[in-house]
């Protein structure tokens, strides 16, 4: 079993920028689709982006798309590099792992995400 650990949320004004971290505590090695959701109180769970670690190949929501990066680091860390942030993405986030492929677009990517692993979460709060 994997065990996440998230970190680097926080508060920011609108427009500003945030890194996550995710650290498993075992080796991802090149066959994870890992990546991360978010739910904010009253709402449903959403996909934010994922990657997978075989091909790098990444997926995101359209919610995200040209704001936030994927990537992974020294072939375990996972990050979340959110820019241009807005009060709508004021959630939890949760770092996901699962030891399978994305599938090859971001629907199956968070289907695959839902059957792994998942971390406790950290708060973002954006502010207007």
């Known amino acids: 079993q994997v065990r996440l650990v998230e970190s680097g949320g926080g508060s920011v004004q609108a427009g500003g920028s945030l890194r996550l971290s995710c650290a498993p505590s075992?080796?991802?090695?090149?066959?994870?689709?890992v990546g991360w959701f978010r739910q904010a109180p009253g709402k449903e769970r959403e996909g934010v982006a994922a990657i997978y670690t075989g091909g790098r190949s990444t997926y995101y929501s359209d919610s995200v798309k040209g704001r936030f990066t994927i990537s992974q680091h020294n072939a375990n860390t996972l990050y979340l590099q959110m820019n241009s942030l807005k009060p709508e993405d004021t959630a939890m986030y949760y770092c996901?792992?699962?030891?399978?492929?994305?599938?090859?677009?971001?629907?199956?990517?968070?289907?695959?995400?839902?059957?792994?692993?998942w971390g406790q979460g950290t708060q973002v709060t954006v502010s207007s």
């Open positions: 075992a080796y991802i090695v090149n066959t994870y689709c």
């Open positions: 996901a792992a699962a030891a399978e492929d994305c599938g090859g677009d971001y629907r199956l990517a968070q289907e695959s995400l839902d059957r792994g692993y």
